[in-house]
């Protein structure tokens, strides 16, 4: 009926004895290869109570016990079909039950209920397991696609800083060559000063040369000037002198 045993342990041997009734020493050792649910581990699971098992078929009890399993593992959500058609026939087989019907009618339809149960479970393993992969997968290339999304936005950055080095290298160059003409420039300019001092200090010689000249000429004619003013008094000095003595003449006889 089952893929796979509980973890209920049905039977155990005991403990070998020697003649006299003296325990052997042995190791115990029950390895475990079925269900390995967290069904059985979780404490929230609900135990079956002492009389359920006194009063009610094994073959119900396993199914209910098949339909919790199958619950546990996700049939409600990804076998819900199946999962239904389990409980379906579960309450035909405590139908059967309560109306006395014979055992072998209860049993089958128990068992008919446990086989769809398993089959929920194994479907909802198998969903969930699919689901949880087809998740993951989209989850992956999600990240994929965010990845290549960052590559491309890196790849757009490096080339955007590429060409702005490559422009910050033109301009540096540009600045460069501009710094090159500007010191020859700025050399020439030097040059075109040292050789307008040069040529105002010689400038500079001639204009006091020129002031000197001139200052010589000014004296000179001042000189001429004051030369001409007393020959000018003189000459009118000399034609009055007939004059004064045509005069002095006149009051009588004078010396000279």
């Known amino acids: 009926m089952v893929t796979r045993p509980s973890q209920q342990i049905m039977m155990e041997n005991l403990y070998p004895t020697t003649t006299n009734g003296k325990r052997i020493g042995t190791i115990p050792s029950v390895t475990y290869f079925g269900n390995s649910s967290d069904y059985f581990r979780d404490p929230r699971t609900p135990e079956i109570a002492e009389t359920d098992y006194a009063e009610t078929p094994p073959a119900i009890l396993q199914a209910r016990q098949a339909i919790a399993l199958a619950k546990y593992a996700g049939a409600d959500r990804d076998a819900s079909v199946e999962l239904a058609e389990a409980t ?21 339809a128990a068992r008919r209920s446990i086989s769809a149960a398993v089959k929920a479970e194994s479907l909802a393993i198998q969903r969930k397991e699919a689901r949880e992969k087809r998740n993951e997968k989209i989850r992956t290339d999600s990240e994929i696609r965010s990845a290549e999304n960052r590559f491309s936005e890196a790849q757009d950055e490096i080339t955007e800083l590429k060409g702005e080095l490559a422009r ?69 000095i000399k034609a009055a002198e007939g004059e004064l003595i045509a005069s002095l003449k006149a009051y009588g006889s004078g010396q000279k």
Not at 88 to 108: E, G, H, P
């Open 168 to 236: 910050e290298i033109r301009n540096r160059e540009l600045a460069e060559r501009d710094a090159m003409n500007y010191s020859g420039q700025v050399k020439d300019l030097r040059d075109e000063n040292g050789r307008l001092r040069e040529e105002l200090g010689r400038i500079r010689v001639e204009v006091e040369n020129a002031n000197a000249k001139l200052a010589a000429a000014e004296k000179e004619k001042q000189a001429i000037e004051q030369r001409r003013e007393s020959e000018s008094k003189a000459a009118k």
């Open 88 to 108: 379906t026939l579960l309450q035909n087989a405590v139908n059967a039950f309560d109306a006395k019907r014979d055992s072998d009618t209860v049993d089958i």
